[in-house]
């Protein structure tokens, strides 16, 4: 059960970093500085919706998750979240690639590893 649990919160990671990405898109780069029509271009934006619902399936999996494993192992996998969120904005939306992320994505990734030496 504890093996379907961190498969479970992996997912969910995995889902909310598409969030992050879908929403990204469908933001796109705003047309001046007006909060207004910011938020107007959010509320009209399919794929800002498309990761409010994937941000919302994620968090329904995630109380499951919490329910089975201790917090204390669970939440350390939302930083993976990073990790995942830095390659797909580097590979999908071009975004700049550069060797520093990459190192605080590697002591991100070995600080979970570590913790999970533990679970």
Do not use: N
């Not at 329910?67 to 939306?93: D, E, K, M, N």
């Amino acid at each position: 059960m504890k093996s379907i649990a961190l498969a479970l919160a992996v997912f969910c990671v995995l889902l909310s970093s598409a969030a992050q990405i879908a929403m990204k898109r469908g933001m796109g780069t705003p047309a001046g500085a007006d909060v207004g029509a910011t938020y107007l271009h959010a509320l009209t934006s399919p794929m800002v919706w498309l990761g409010l619902v994937l941000y919302g399936v994620s968090a329904v999996l995630w109380l499951w998750v919490l329910s089975r494993l201790h917090v204390s192992v669970a939440y350390p996998l939302v930083s993976l979240g990073f990790v995942i969120t830095l390659a797909l904005g580097v590979l999908w939306l071009g975004e700049p690639f550069s060797w520093l992320r990459v190192a605080g994505c590697t002591l991100i990734v070995v600080g979970v590893s570590l913790l999970s030496l533990d679970a």
